[in-house]
Every structure is written in structure tokens, then in C-alpha cells.
């Protein structure tokens, strides 16, 4: 396991934001962790990468206690989260070869990862004077730099349009194609079936249920009803199993209702997920 969280408890104070989280995460797969706001997940990545100490359980990742990471261990691990800094004042690229000298890459490096986030246009740009989807695509490109084994992504699409989110789900999926593991935290239900092997659906601090985006929407199509159209343009809802009874030649189409993940976290915690 490259990734793993044992009985994972925070409190600031009296108050308990993580309450015995347990989960593991194999090479190579993109773990989702789904919650509201405030549901614990930047607190977990947080704990995760041994930048802040839990109240009780262990974090660990290749095998080793987070809070123990030497810096070579970190070299191996990429954080994006809305706190990575960056120089505002220099420009896009600049930015990046400070990173870039420092890991010892290449500017042909640096370029390649700039286009593949598609902002190689803009690296002249002062980073201050960058779009809020363009600065998100200059942390991800600089914690590319050193070819991280672990990424730690916390909401890496928020605000996002669906073409730039796009552009960041490819590059996701040819990072674990290369086997890079991918830790997620997003509110968006969509990504999160696109890209995840394997779910985590925190809600109050509590891990209230895990499984592969396709393992819990079969869990939870439970009435296994679906939507039947018929040429006329009626439609009738019925069970799955009925639909041998159907006369078939008047039918236009056949949906199955199954749940999205929101209606699963709905379901399971009477609220939705992006509050
Ligand atoms: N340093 C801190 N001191 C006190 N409370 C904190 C601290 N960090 C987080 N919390 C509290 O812990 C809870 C979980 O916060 P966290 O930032 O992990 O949530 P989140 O799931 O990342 O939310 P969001 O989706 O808004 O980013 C919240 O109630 C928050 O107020
Ligand atoms: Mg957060």
C-alpha cells in the first residue's frame, strides 16, 4: 500500500474533525475523497503528508509514518492545495524554474509540462495577473516537476470550466497510466466517477461509506426501476424485471434509473454534497 490511514482522528479543540477514518490506496489507483465543505478533507491530506500531527491513529505513506517524511520522501510526493504558494510578482515560468533548478529538471521539462496543462502561451504572464483556472494549472504543472510517485490534489477542478477540467482529467489518467497514485478530494460527482478507482464519501468527519464509483451505484440501485418510452412518446416506470412482460415493438428507448453518487450521499447523509 502506498497510502494508508488507520483510525485517523483530529480535534481542534473540542471539536472532532476526522472521527477514526481508516482507508488504504494501492500504487497506481486515483482515490476520491467526497465530502461537503468541512467535512475533514483538506485535514486529511494535511495529516497525510505530515503537515499537521492527528489526535490519534497513524498516517503513513510508502510504509512510513507521515509525521516521520524526511525531505527525499517528500521529494517523491506533489501537493496542490489552495494554500501552495507562489511567487505573485514573478512571472508563470519564472515560477516554475525556481522549482525546476531546485529538483535539478530541464526547461524542455518545464515547457513539455506547460503545455500539457495548455498555459505554455501565458508562462510570461506575471503569476499574480493569472486566472484562477490558469494558477491552478501552474501548481499542478510545478508539482509535476520532480515526476512525484504520490499526488495530493485537493479540489484540483474547482471553479473550473468543463474544457480546462477536462484538459486536467486527461493529464490525471496518463499520470496513473504511468503509475503515479492520486489522492482526490472534489465536490464534482462527475469527476469523481470518471476518475476513481475507488471512493471514500466523508460526511461530519465520518467515512460513511467506500467503493468503486460502479460497486456502490450497484449497491444502491436497490429498486432497480427503469424509465421505458414508448413510440407514442408515453413513458412508464417499471421494475427491471417486469421488462420481459413489455411488448416490445412500441418501445423507443430503455433507461435504468440507477443513483448518481449524489443521490448515494444524499441517501446516506440527507444532504448534498457541493454546500
Ligand atoms: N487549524 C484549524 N483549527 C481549527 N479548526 C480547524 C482547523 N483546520 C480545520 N478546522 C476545522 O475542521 C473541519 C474540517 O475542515 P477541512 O478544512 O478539513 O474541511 P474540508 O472538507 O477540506 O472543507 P472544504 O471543502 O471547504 O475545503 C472544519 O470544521 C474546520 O473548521
Ligand atoms: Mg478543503
Not at 31 to 40: E, K, T, V
Not at 194 to 203: I, K, R
Request: net charge neutral.
Amino acid at each position: 500500500m502506498i497510502i494508508k490511514a488507520s483510525g485517523l482522528t483530529k480535534r481542534f479543540g473540542n471539536q472532532t474533525a476526522l472521527d477514526k477514518i481508516s482507508f488504504e490506496i494501492g500504487q497506481g489507483q486515483i482515490f476520491g475523497f467526497l465530502g461537503p465543505s468541512g467535512s475533514g478533507k483538506t485535514t486529511t491530506i494535511n495529516i497525510l503528508t505530515g503537515q499537521l500531527l492527528a489526535t490519534e491513529g497513524s498516517a503513513e505513506i510508502f510504509g512510513k509514518a507521515s509525521q516521520e517524511l524526511t525531505s527525499e520522501d517528500l521529494s517523491k510526493i506533489g501537493i496542490v492545495s489552495d494554500t501552495s504558494g507562489f511567487y505573485e510578482k514573478m512571472t508563470l515560468y519564472k515560477n516554475m524554474l525556481v522549482y525546476a533548478k531546485f529538483y535539478g529538471v530541464s526547461r524542455e521539462r518545464v515547457d513539455e509540462l506547460l503545455r500539457s496543462v495548455g498555459i505554455y502561451e501565458s508562462k510570461n504572464k506575471p503569476a499574480k495577473n493569472l486566472s484562477t483556472g490558469m494558477k491552478q494549472r501552474m501548481l499542478l504543472a510545478r508539482a509535476l516537476i520532480n515526476q512525484p510517485q504520490v499526488l495530493f490534489l485537493d479540489e484540483p477542478t474547482s471553479g473550473l470550466d468543463p474544457s480546462t477540467s477536462r484538459i486536467i482529467h486527461d493529464l490525471l489518467l496518463e499520470l496513473k497510466a504511468k503509475g503515479t497514485t492520486i489522492f482526490l478530494t472534489t465536490h464534482d460527482m462527475h469527476e469523481a466517477t470518471l476518475l476513481c478507482d475507488h471512493l471514500a464519501l466523508l460526511h461530519q468527519g465520518k467515512l460513511v461509506e467506500t467503493g468503486s464509483p460502479t460497486g456502490l451505484i450497484k449497491k444502491y440501485y436497490t429498486d432497480k426501476k427503469v424509465v421505458v418510452t414508448y413510440q407514442d412518446g408515453s413513458t412508464k416506470e417499471i421494475i427491471y424485471n417486469a421488462l420481459r412482460t413489455l411488448e416490445t415493438p412500441a418501445i423507443e428507448t430503455i433507461h435504468s434509473c440507477e443513483p448518481t453518487l449524489e443521490d448515494i450521499f444524499i441517501t446516506l447523509t440527507g444532504g448534498k454534497l457541493n454546500v
